[in-house]
């Protein structure tokens, strides 16, 4: 698959993660509104329908240059925290695709992106935040990858059953990060807003190059080593 | 609530205008952005020294603005931190080359932001280095912060830095003498009255007639303790007593204090403090080197004050007595 299909789905995914989020924008809020300051809905909406908007206006893109796009556009137009940390975060991860997207820096790119969002937000597991999605997440991806030897695509859905397990595990918790932490043990039985949006995109990342790699598979060269494996896609 | 805008959504942008517009000779904002800059930025040979956080602290961040100060500052929404992109224009605006300084209050979007812009323009081969503002000793972690808030002693972090910029010191020595102030200032507020912001025109926070809220933060978040109205006198020994006891000043120990209205309060009444206050450092064999009395960090109209204390040694007297022209503050 060429560069050039890499950054297309990158749009594809910015895109479907703007319509998914837009979708859930009341669960969200409703999440935060429990333990937080009830705007992670709307601001999250706003940025990534911003973000899909730039991206969309990119001119013959690499992929690097999609994400980093994203990332800049949810820094300026989300705000607050999240800004920082989800656009932040993409905006220093994107140095990981300059070469292209491969399995290797698949795993460096979501590394990186993990370690923008715990130096920021200078959160661990178990503080109820969006560190409880990513880090299982993360962990699950680069072991499925480097260890078990999994194609990609079979690494990514193992990786985003881990990030739900992660947002389930948010619930019974009690918040000692974020706005989410002065109710203290009130956060109990609340599930996290951000572990759950970062869900809905890792959920929207794993369609979307699902149906990439269905379309690319038939034209696909087998000597590309950007080929994640086509089996991958269960056709 | 009756309040002079025309719309909330442009409070902070005609506001900016309405700023360069009476100070056209010191200031100017960057297009397109909510990010006004001295007037002469970059200042070639010189480290910047760059604030910013959220609208509604007037004078803060723009009233800092020029020789002897601040090189840019950031504004955000109303009590919302500045984002990553537009601070980050502001650090390329004012980089002469030399290094910019990042200013930045401890809550923490305002942290998360400016790190995150920090290492942009690291990525762009910009020098920056940052100083955290923790001096609220009311509360060790609140509503937006993890660990103290950065609140009224920051000013005294932008005097010392600017001044020691002014002198054409390098970065390192500018970040060690605004770690130095952050070091030794110490702050606490109460309020007697609720803010109201133009998004929510009504008051943010419930005090009634009879109370008063001790330990509160710049954006009307709870402070330690809510208790029934007391005199000015007891009021400032209850402010005082926290920021010596935090502080723990030794006898004969030179200060620079900080009587700060929070918006809507007269000057007669932070006078009044005052005089309290220079009497319990009189008590303690604390010497008054400087005496700052004004609105220097606000929290838009809330009545109330916050008191500041700041331990000095020469340098840091000499610092806070330099040069400064701002439309806030000048000193000559």
């Given at each position: 698959?060429?560069?050039?299909?890499?950054?297309?789905?990158?749009?594809?995914?910015?895109?479907?993660?703007?319509?998914?989020?837009?979708?859930?924008?009341?669960?969200?809020?409703?999440?935060?509104?429990?333990?937080?300051?009830?705007?992670?809905?709307?601001?999250?909406?706003?940025?990534?329908?911003?973000?899909?908007?730039?991206?969309?206006?990119?001119?013959?893109?690499?992929?690097?240059?999609?994400?980093?796009?994203?990332?800049?556009?949810?820094?300026?137009?989300?705000?607050?925290?999240?800004?920082?940390?989800?656009?932040?975060?993409?905006?220093?991860?994107?140095?990981?695709?300059?070469?292209?997207?491969?399995?290797?820096?698949?795993?460096?790119?979501?590394?990186?992106?993990?370690?923008?969002?715990?130096?920021?937000?200078?959160?661990?597991?178990?503080?109820?935040?969006?560190?409880?999605?990513?880090?299982?997440?993360?962990?699950?991806?680069?072991?499925?990858?480097?260890?078990?030897?999994?194609?990609?695509?079979?690494?990514?859905?193992?990786?985003?059953?881990?990030?739900?397990?992660?947002?389930?595990?948010?619930?019974?918790?009690?918040?000692?990060?974020?706005?989410?932490?002065?109710?203290?043990?009130?956060?109990?039985?609340?599930?996290?807003?951000?572990?759950?949006?970062?869900?809905?995109?890792?959920?929207?990342?794993?369609?979307?190059?699902?149906?990439?790699?269905?379309?690319?598979?038939?034209?696909?060269?087998?000597?590309?080593?950007?080929?994640?494996?086509?089996?991958?896609?269960?056709? | 609530?009756?309040?002079?805008?025309?719309?909330?959504?442009?409070?902070?942008?005609?506001?900016?205008?309405?700023?360069?517009?009476?100070?056209?000779?010191?200031?100017?904002?960057?297009?397109?952005?909510?990010?006004?800059?001295?007037?002469?930025?970059?200042?070639?040979?010189?480290?910047?020294?760059?604030?910013?956080?959220?609208?509604?602290?007037?004078?803060?961040?723009?009233?800092?603005?020029?020789?002897?100060?601040?090189?840019?500052?950031?504004?955000?929404?109303?009590?919302?931190?500045?984002?990553?992109?537009?601070?980050?224009?502001?650090?390329?605006?004012?980089?002469?080359?030399?290094?910019?300084?990042?200013?930045?209050?401890?809550?923490?979007?305002?942290?998360?932001?400016?790190?995150?812009?920090?290492?942009?323009?690291?990525?762009?081969?910009?020098?920056?280095?940052?100083?955290?503002?923790?001096?609220?000793?009311?509360?060790?972690?609140?509503?937006?912060?993890?660990?103290?808030?950065?609140?009224?002693?920051?000013?005294?972090?932008?005097?010392?830095?600017?001044?020691?910029?002014?002198?054409?010191?390098?970065?390192?020595?500018?970040?060690?003498?605004?770690?130095?102030?952050?070091?030794?200032?110490?702050?606490?507020?109460?309020?007697?009255?609720?803010?109201?912001?133009?998004?929510?025109?009504?008051?943010?926070?419930?005090?009634?007639?009879?109370?008063?809220?001790?330990?509160?933060?710049?954006?009307?978040?709870?402070?330690?303790?809510?208790?029934?109205?007391?005199?000015?006198?007891?009021?400032?020994?209850?402010?005082?007593?926290?920021?010596?006891?935090?502080?723990?000043?030794?006898?004969?120990?030179?200060?620079?204090?900080?009587?700060?209205?929070m918006g809507g309060t007269p000057q007669m009444e932070l006078f009044v403090v005052n005089r309290r206050l220079q009497e319990r450092l009189g008590e303690r064999d604390i010497e008054t080197w400087d005496a700052w009395v004004g609105d220097y960090m606000t929290s838009?109209?809330?009545?109330?004050?916050?008191?500041?204390?700041?331990?000095?040694?020469?340098?840091?007297?000499?610092?806070?007595?330099?040069?400064?022209?701002?439309?806030?503050?000048?000193?000559?």
């Amino acid at each position: 698959m060429s560069p050039d299909s890499d950054a297309e789905a990158a749009v594809t995914a910015v895109e479907n993660v703007a319509e998914r989020i837009e979708a859930e924008r009341e669960r969200l809020t409703d999440l935060d509104s429990a333990i937080g300051d009830a705007d992670h809905g709307g601001n999250m909406a706003r940025g990534w329908q911003a973000a899909a908007e730039a991206v969309a206006d990119l001119e013959d893109p690499d992929i690097e240059t999609v994400v980093k796009t994203a990332g800049k556009t949810l820094l300026s137009e989300v705000g607050g925290a999240s800004g920082p940390l989800y656009g932040g975060s993409l905006v220093f991860a994107s140095a990981e695709l300059t070469d292209g997207l491969t399995a290797e820096s698949a795993v460096a790119f979501a590394e990186t992106y993990l370690e923008k969002v715990q130096d920021r937000g200078d959160a661990r597991v178990g503080d109820k935040t969006m560190v409880d999605a990513l880090v299982p997440a993360v962990h699950t991806f680069k072991k499925s990858v480097e260890t078990d030897d999994l194609p990609p695509l079979d690494a990514l859905a193992k990786a985003v059953a881990a990030a739900e397990r992660g947002v389930a595990f948010t619930v019974p918790i009690r918040a000692s990060k974020g706005r989410a932490s002065y109710l203290g043990w009130r956060s109990v039985g609340h599930q996290d807003p951000g572990a759950t949006s970062t869900l809905y995109v890792m959920e929207e990342l794993l369609a979307t190059a699902t149906a990439h790699l269905d379309r690319e598979a038939p034209s696909a060269d087998a000597s590309s080593p950007t080929v994640p494996d086509a089996e991958a896609s269960e056709e | 609530m009756k309040k002079l805008i025309n719309d909330a959504e442009t409070v902070v942008d005609e506001m900016l205008d309405g700023m360069v517009a009476a100070y056209p000779d010191t200031v100017r904002r960057l297009p397109g952005t909510q990010v006004l800059v001295r007037d002469d930025a970059p200042v070639d040979g010189e480290v910047a020294v760059v604030s910013g956080g959220g609208s509604g602290h007037e004078p803060t961040h723009a009233g800092y603005l020029g020789e002897g100060m601040l090189d840019g500052a950031a504004a955000g929404e109303v009590f919302t931190s500045p984002t990553a992109d537009e601070l980050e224009a502001m650090i390329d605006a004012c980089d002469s080359g030399a290094g910019v300084l990042l200013v930045v209050k401890n809550y923490e979007g305002d942290v998360m932001n400016f790190e995150t812009a920090g290492e942009m323009a690291e990525m762009e081969g910009t020098a920056v280095a940052e100083v955290v503002v923790d001096d609220d000793v009311a509360v060790e972690d609140s509503l937006y912060t993890s660990g103290r808030r950065g609140v009224c002693g920051t000013i005294l972090v932008h005097k010392a830095a600017g001044a020691k910029a002014a002198e054409g010191a390098s970065l390192d020595e500018v970040q060690r003498v605004a770690q130095k102030v952050v070091d030794n200032v110490g702050t606490m507020g109460m309020a007697l009255t609720s803010c109201v912001t133009p998004e929510k025109g009504e008051p943010t926070f419930d005090l009634g007639d009879d109370e008063i809220e001790l330990g509160i933060g710049i954006h009307g978040e709870p402070g330690v303790e809510r208790t029934g109205t007391m005199s000015a006198d007891e009021i400032t020994d209850e402010l005082t007593d926290a920021v010596f006891e935090d502080l723990e000043l030794d006898s004969g120990q030179a200060v620079v204090t900080i009587v700060n209205g929070m918006g809507g309060t007269p000057q007669m009444e932070l006078f009044v403090v005052n005089r309290r206050l220079q009497e319990r450092l009189g008590e303690r064999d604390i010497e008054t080197w400087d005496a700052w009395v004004g609105d220097y960090m606000t929290s838009l109209d809330m009545a109330g004050c916050s008191i500041t204390v700041c331990a000095v040694d020469d340098e840091l007297k000499e610092l806070l007595s330099a040069p400064a022209e701002t439309p806030a503050l000048t000193v000559r």
